[in-house]
């Protein structure tokens, strides 16, 4: 199954998905580990460069970028779900539709051109206000963390999102241990599932 974290940066996806990493190893569990956007492949490096300022692509070339980023592990993503690993995503899908939606495009596109990418069995929304955000990182901030006013679109569109089945919003404004066990108690159900 693939659990994807989702939520504006500095909500504490990274840190959740290694606690919940953890604790499935700690279960006998053969878990792998994804993080969206890659940087470390070309794609990745294209969307680097223009969310540090040094490409300009318009919302729609960004949105592409981040799929086709995605799309680079879906060999990879078919063949771990196959053998039945659980695989815990940092961002995953609905990445897109929050931050494209966020910036005025169609959230039916942005559903449809991530067709061909597994969708997750349950995605976490971590919560927090954009203010908490700039709290939390309030220097290196690319040009998406610096804009409140996209980061409340962004927050909208998640907290939409996450009326649908399949999802957890969780108070991530609260202690890192707090989160942590909020999470595992939004997964264990998922987990004893067949």
Same mark, same amino acid.
């Given at each position: 199954?693939?659990?994807?974290? !989702?939520?504006? =940066?500095?909500?504490?996806?990274? %840190?959740?998905?290694?606690?919940? *990493? %953890? ?12 993080? +969206? $956007? ?17 490409? !300009? +692509? ?19 993503? =078919? ?13 995953? *899908? ?11 495009? =169609? ?8 067709? $061909? ?5 349950? %995605? ?7 203010? %908490? ?10 040009? +998406? ?25 969780? =108070? ?16 264990? $159900?998922?987990?004893?599932? $067949?």
């Amino acid at each position: 199954m693939i659990i994807a974290f !989702e939520g504006l =940066d500095q909500s504490g996806k990274e %840190t959740q998905a290694r606690h919940l *990493r %953890t604790r499935l190893r700690q279960q006998a569990r053969v878990v792998r580990a994804v993080s +969206f $956007p890659d940087y470390e492949t070309p794609i990745g490096r294209e969307i680097q460069e223009a969310l540090a300022g040094r490409r !300009e +692509f318009g919302p729609e070339v960004m949105q592409l970028l981040y799929v086709a980023n995605r799309c680079e592990y879906k060999s990879r993503l =078919d063949a771990w779900l196959r053998a039945g690993d659980y695989v815990v995503c940092d961002r995953y *899908r609905a990445s897109s539709l929050a931050y494209g939606e966020a910036m005025g495009l =169609d959230p039916a596109w942005l559903d449809l051109i991530q067709q $061909p990418l597994p969708p997750a069995t349950l %995605t976490v929304l971590l919560d927090i206000a954009p203010e %908490t955000a700039v709290q939390r990182k309030q220097t290196g901030r690319d040009r +998406f963390e610096r804009d409140l006013g996209l980061l409340a679109r962004v927050r909208a569109s998640y907290r939409r999102q996450a009326s649908a089945p399949g999802w957890v919003v969780i =108070d991530a404004e609260q202690s890192k241990d707090d989160v942590s066990e909020a999470v595992m108690q939004a997964v264990a $159900p998922v987990l004893a599932q $067949p």
